[in-house]
Nanobody, 123 residues
Framework: VQLQASGGGLVQAGGSLRLSCAADLRTFSRYSMGWFRRVPGKERAFVGGISSGYHGTTYADSVKGRFTISRDNAKNMVYLQMNSLKPEDAAVYFC?????????????????WGQGTLVTVSS
């Protein structure tokens, strides 16, 4: 399984970025997908996720109303649209997958990780 995240970069506070994650999964539609982020000295923290099946979404409180997750099963892609970025959103962002309908909200429940993409937010 390969998950390839992209789209990170440098953005000013208040700006937007869209992260993408390409999944090499023949049965992508059966996997719930999510995003985590890590800042130096801390463990990866859940950002948001989207379930397989009914595509329900869930978000960390810190990003609700600013971030939106979507998926395109035809393209095996999941996206994280990040708006109104704050300096505290700066982190390495990882896409993650979990087989089934439940979104992985904890590191221990993730089945596969993608490599990270760095988001830097300048104040």
């Amino acid at each position: 399984v390969q998950l390839q995240a992209s789209g990170g970069g440098l953005v000013q506070a208040g700006g937007s970025l869209r992260l993408s994650c390409a999944a090499d999964l023949r049965t992508f539609s059966r996997y719930s997908m999510g995003w985590f982020r890590r800042v130096p000295g801390k463990e990866r923290a859940f950002v948001g996720g989207i379930s397989s099946g009914y595509h329900g979404t869930t978000y960390a409180d810190s990003v609700k109303g600013r971030f939106t997750i979507s998926r395109d099963n035809a393209k095996n892609m999941v996206y994280l649209q990040m708006n109104s970025l704050k300096p505290e959103d700066a982190a390495v962002y990882f896409c993650a997958e979990r087989q089934g309908t439940l979104v992985a909200t904890k590191m221990s429940t993730v089945h596969y990780w993608g490599q990270g993409t760095l988001v830097t937010v300048s104040s």
